[in-house]
Nanobody, 128 residues
Framework: QVQLVESGGGLVQAGGSLRLSCAAS????????????MGWFRQAPGKERTFVAS????????SYAESVKGRFTISRDNAKNTVYLQMNSLKPEDTAVYYC?????????????????WGQGTQVTVSS
């Protein structure tokens, strides 16, 4: 079992930047963080949770939602058991709770069902 804890959310003006972090701790299976593909999702009030970005187990492969391409960057530091989401040029429509997720595969995609573990989320609010 993996525990995921997000941090770095907050209130920012449109055009600003935030960096989200997700720290992972492996509880029971003995698997290392580097064996999991990781993803970020977000959920705005009254809307479904949607895919933002994903990164493969070694970080060589990344994928982004069209709405964030060119503005957001996902990365990971396996030595620190942490995945990041750098968010630049933020827009009011980026306002949401952002969730970190782990998949027990080396590569993961856009479907929520591919992910086995979820964090509690961190709020990002972008003011206009």
């Amino acid at each position: 079992q993996v525990q995921l804890v997000e941090s770095g959310g907050g209130l920012v003006q449109a055009g600003g930047s935030l960096r989200l972090s997700c720290a992972a701790s492996e509880r029971t299976s003995g698997r290392t963080f580097s064996s999991y593909a990781m993803g970020w999702f977000r959920q705005a009030p009254g809307k479904e949770r949607t895919f933002v970005a994903s990164i493969s187990w070694r970080g060589a492969s990344t994928s982004y939602a069209e709405s964030v391409k060119g503005r957001f960057t996902i990365s990971r530091d396996n030595a620190k058991n942490t995945v990041y989401l750098q968010m630049n040029s933020l827009k009011p429509e980026d306002t949401a709770v952002y969730y970190c997720a782990a998949a027990t595969t080396r590569y993961s995609g856009t479907n929520r069902n591919e992910y086995n573990y979820w964090g509690q989320g961190t709020q990002v609010t972008v003011s206009s």
